[in-house]
């Protein structure tokens, strides 16, 4: 098992995975391992869609409704396991929408890094018609529910070359205080 370093070091998105996807039953332990990410009054204020099979062909119609085309787009297609990411607000006066998007995001990115760690493909979907009235519809979402995007999964590929993102320069995004000498 790798360090959680390496494997925020080693994450990387794919594009192109294979039809292989895991169960059900691996996506639970994952997901329950995601769900541990920080949340301030520990509303937990996400739920995740597993969308495979036909359900990613009815998610193809509800985006062609959206963009107003007559056939259904073929982009939930292009892996066997789709994860609908929802933001699910709760009423409260100490935690402001904002962050509770923030926790739903936290849980995405958390469970497409366990994702990876476990073998799979994972790439973050989004899109301008993930905030749209057919989508919504075709995900059940709740008037206080937002479509946060898709965390497409699938096997990874055989590569001949690993793909490589370039690395971070620290430096420029950690600063110090305004005013304050280092």
Do not use: C
């Not at 390496?6 to 997901?31: C, G, I, M, Y």
């Not at 509303?43 to 963009?67: S, V």
């Not at 609908?84 to 998007?101: C, D, L």
């Amino acid at each position: 098992m790798s360090s959680a370093l390496e494997a925020a070091r080693a994450r990387r998105s794919w594009s192109k995975v294979t039809d292989a996807a895991p169960s059900h039953e691996e996506l639970l332990e994952l997901v329950a391992a995601a769900g541990r990410v920080a949340d301030h009054s520990s509303l937990a204020p996400w739920r995740l869609i597993e969308l495979r099979g036909t359900d990613r062909e009815k998610l193809g119609r509800a985006i062609a409704k959206a963009e107003g085309d007559k056939h259904p787009s073929s982009k939930p297609l292009r892996a066997p396991l789709l994860i609908a990411v929802v933001a699910s607000y709760r009423k409260s006066g100490k935690v402001p929408r904002w962050e509770q998007e923030a926790v739903a995001s936290g849980v995405a990115h958390m469970l497409s890094l366990l994702l990876d760690e476990a073998g799979w493909g994972v790439l973050w979907r989004t899109g301008h018609y993930t905030r749209s009235k057919p989508v919504a519809k075709a995900h059940g979402l709740k008037k206080n529910e937002e479509l946060l995007g898709w965390l497409y999964v699938g096997g990874k590929p055989p590569e001949k070359r690993e793909g490589r993102r370039r690395p971070v320069d620290a430096a420029r995004f950690l600063t110090p205080m305004p005013g304050e000498k280092r």
